[in-house]
């Protein structure tokens, strides 16, 4: 079938749908609905699909558009529910369990007939980007999935919805006086659940230090105490606030408004001069026990011949400073006795390279953006380096860029199903480095390293596997991951072979070097990034600040456009 697909923008679940389709044969386009209706309607023309289907719109789609074809709309709620604000409710009233619609688009939002709809179970703390990319994009796939089929047999009728439930599903525009936390009488769990509800976005109003920011990111902290409100401590960017029956962490802040500054930072770089020197950073342990309910971005766990260097970044992106911490719990890792080494290992995304974010509130962005690369580009080759033992970088959500090639440094790359890859860096304008002229033609051949990186399109765990970017694709829910992972990586260790395996490694690793050095690899890169970095001109700087103040595309970019329209 010929699918058109028509999204606010090409983002995590537009992507995924994508990939899913085109897995199952389908073709599809893509459209972005941006407010010029003309520009949708040409799409239309253009592409005359069978079928048009919106994973993530926040705009209506015209009349004439839903009159002449079949349009299915998803929604992030059961059967019902209605509004723009589905998650967010849901979340804050602290739900377990929930759902996603595919539903025919029709004058009045949500409230078509329902073609599929699929339940899922809410995990206890995720945000609600977390969970979107992970549950939800889940449970929306199978139900349009569903709805693909039904709408191909011919034969299937749509349920349609009683004006009843339709009238008691909507639910308005969740706003920051619902967000609003009162630190003197809210507990830590209502603190918690208004913070993942806002999480990534919008984010939850507030006051900190004598200054409104918007809050974003939310976990418990066990150990800590104070007056409800107090800043207790930092660790690694976030700072810990009282609650009045606990603690909780906030990894991030983002001043309000529309001003340049409005983006969001590790909660201490945006508070800068502001933090009294009294707050105590307080570190926490890289083997922290399971049973400790805090915040960290980096953990390291052993069983028998495996350990497990859990990481986890907000957005994926990795600053310089993240890059080190990384880069000093591989090498703690590397000095364990372990045959088998796990990156990652965790819900949600894996890496997306260098933090544009931090990069661009920098007071020299160009000389950060290559402080940056430099770190991650350290840690990339300590992996590509390690060959006393097998190394898999386990990803349970997506990876981007220099992220993919993070993941590409490691033996074996295993994506949990739904994962989706994007290796490339041409929509930053960058060439790239983390010595990916390396890693991805070594996988895929120089022609398809060639078409991936020039394509700039997303590519989906199975696809990834079918062309060797990644070796398994894992069947296992974001919360499952962990126990999958680490279940599959002891039985690797178990292998009689595992021994040939690493010696096999370490000869392939000296015949590569006595080639091409890698430090040739990343001279060449470093040269290229030199230029992008640096050299008036460069396309990155602009990019960058758009990309981190979230400027809306004003066009479908030609890449998408093209997509699936004979050439
Ligand atoms: N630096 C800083 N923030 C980043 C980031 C990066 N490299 N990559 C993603 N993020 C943030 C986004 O700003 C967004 O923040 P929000 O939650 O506050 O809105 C969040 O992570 C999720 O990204 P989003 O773009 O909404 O997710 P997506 O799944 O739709 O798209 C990507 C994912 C990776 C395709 C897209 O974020 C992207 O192109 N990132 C830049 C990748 C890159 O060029 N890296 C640098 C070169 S190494």
Redesign the pocket.
């Known amino acids: 079938m010929h699918i058109l697909l028509v999204a606010s ?1 090409f ?2 679940l537009t ?1 995924r749908v994508l990939t899913e389709l085109q897995d199952r044969g389908h073709t599809a386009g893509v459209v972005l609905a941006l407010g010029d209706d003309e520009a949708l309607r040409e799409a239309v023309r253009q592409h005359a699909p069978a079928l048009i289907v919106a994973p993530m719109l926040t705009t209506a789609i015209p009349e004439d558009i839903w009159r002449a074809h079949t349009c299915l709309i998803v929604h992030p709620g059961p059967p019902g529910d209605r509004g723009p604000s589905s998650l967010d409710w849901t979340l804050q009233a602290g739900a377990e369990s929930w759902g996603v619609t595919v539903l025919e688009a029709v004058a009045e939002m949500d409230a078509g007939d329902v073609w599929a709809w699929s339940p899922l179970k809410v995990p206890p703390l995720a945000g609600k ?1 977390d969970l979107y ?1 992970g549950e939800v994009a889940d449970a929306a796939v199978d139900a349009v999935l569903q709805a693909v089929e039904r709408f191909g047999s011919g034969r299937y009728k749509p349920k349609r919805q009683k004006a009843a439930d339709l009238a008691a599903g909507w639910r308005p525009f969740l706003k920051q006086a619902q967000r609003r936390i009162d630190w003197a009488t809210d507990s830590t769990d209502t603190v918690l659940r208004q913070l993942r509800a806002a999480d ?2 919008p984010g939850v109003l507030d006051e900190l230090l004598g200054a409104p920011w918007h809050l ?1 990111g939310g976990h418990p902290e066990d150990e800590l105490r104070g007056a409800p409100g107090e800043l207790l401590a930092t660790r690694d960017g976030a700072i810990c606030r009282a609650t009045v029956d606990g603690a909780v962490w906030i990894a991030q802040l983002r001043p309000p408004g529309l001003c340049a500054s409005s983006f ?1 930072l590790p909660a201490t770089e945006a508070l800068g001069a502001r933090l009294p020197d009294s707050v105590p950073e307080v570190p926490a342990p890289l083997d922290l026990p399971a049973s400790r309910r805090t915040w960290r971005e980096i953990r390291y766990s052993e069983r028998g011949p495996v350990g497990v260097l859990n990481f986890s970044f ?4 990795m600053s310089t400073a993240q890059c080190r911490r990384l880069l000093d719990a591989y090498r703690f890792a590397c000095a364990r006795p372990t045959s088998v080494l796990v990156l990652g290992g965790l819900r949600d ?1 894996f890496s ?6 931090v990069i661009e509130a920098a007071a020299d962005p160009a000389e950060e953006s290559w402080a940056n690369i430099y770190a991650m580009n350290d840690l990339v080759e300590a992996v590509l380096t390690t060959t006393d033992r097998l190394t898999v970088a386990a990803l349970g959500g ?1 990876a ?4 993919v090639m993070l993941a590409l440094a490691a033996d074996e790359v295993w994506c949990r199903d739904g994962v989706v890859l ?1 290796p490339h ?1 041409r ?2 304008g ?1 060439h ?1 480095s ?1 010595y990916w002229t390396y890693s991805l033609p070594r996988r895929v051949g120089v022609e398809e390293a060639e078409r991936l990186t020039q394509s700039a399109l997303p590519v989906s765990a199975k696809r990834a596997v079918a062309l060797g970017l990644a070796q398994r694709v894992l069947q296992a829910a974001p919360e499952e991951l962990g126990d999958e992972v680490e279940r599959l990586a002891a039985q690797l260790a178990a292998l009689p072979d595992l021994a040939a395996r690493i010696a096999q490694k370490q000869e392939a690793r000296a015949r590569d070097e006595a080639i091409k050095p890698l430090q040739a690899y990343r001279d060449e890169e470093l040269a290229h990034m030199r230029r992008n970095f640096f050299e008036a001109g460069e396309p990155y700087p602009a990019l960058r600040s758009a ?2 103040r ?1 400027h809306k595309a004003l066009h479908t970019p030609p890449h998408l456009a093209a997509l699936g329209l004979p050439r």
């Open positions: 923008a983002n995590s992507q980007s990319r990534s976005q974003h969001k907000a957005g994926g992106a995304f997306n390279g260098i933090h544009l974010n997506n981007a860029a220099g992220g994007n860096y929509l930053m960058l790239g983390e990309f981190v979230k």
